[in-house]
């Protein structure tokens, strides 16, 4: 699997998070829609309640892989499962969104 535009996003924390547009005058506010913290890769990778869906299915490859939650850096490029499921979540996490 080849790296893609959502996936680059959630490894390198820059993308279409609200804290991160935020920060270049892009978005009003730094706070996702959930109202909870500020929108950030982390955030919506781990915490925020409108991505748990795809967050459980990640989390169940990364346990057949072995990788612990939450997982620790680099963890996602350990095996191609583990990027392919990283890859499937910031898809759907970056492509569902009601607010944009």
């Given at each position: 699997?080849?790296?893609?535009?959502?996936?680059?996003?959630?490894?390198?924390?820059?993308?279409?998070?609200?804290?991160?547009?935020?920060?270049?005058?892009?978005?009003?506010?730094?706070i996702c829609e959930c109202d909870r913290m500020p929108e950030t890769a982390k955030h919506v990778l781990m915490?925020?309640?409108?991505?748990?869906?795809?967050?459980?299915?990640?989390?169940?490859?990364?346990?057949?892989?072995?990788?612990?939650?939450?997982?620790?850096?680099?963890?996602?490029?350990?095996?191609?499962?583990?990027?392919?499921?990283?890859?499937?979540?910031?898809?759907?996490?970056?492509?569902?969104?009601?607010?944009?």
């Open positions: 699997m080849d790296l893609d535009h959502w996936t680059t996003q959630f490894l390198t924390g820059h993308g279409d998070f609200r804290a991160k547009l935020h920060s270049f005058t892009l978005a009003p506010d730094p915490y925020c309640p409108r991505t748990l869906d795809a967050r459980k299915k990640l989390r169940r490859v990364l346990r057949q892989e072995g990788v612990r939650w939450p997982p620790e850096d680099g963890a996602f490029l350990t095996s191609k499962k583990t990027y392919e499921a990283l890859a499937t979540f910031a898809r759907e996490a970056l492509t569902n969104r009601s607010d944009r």
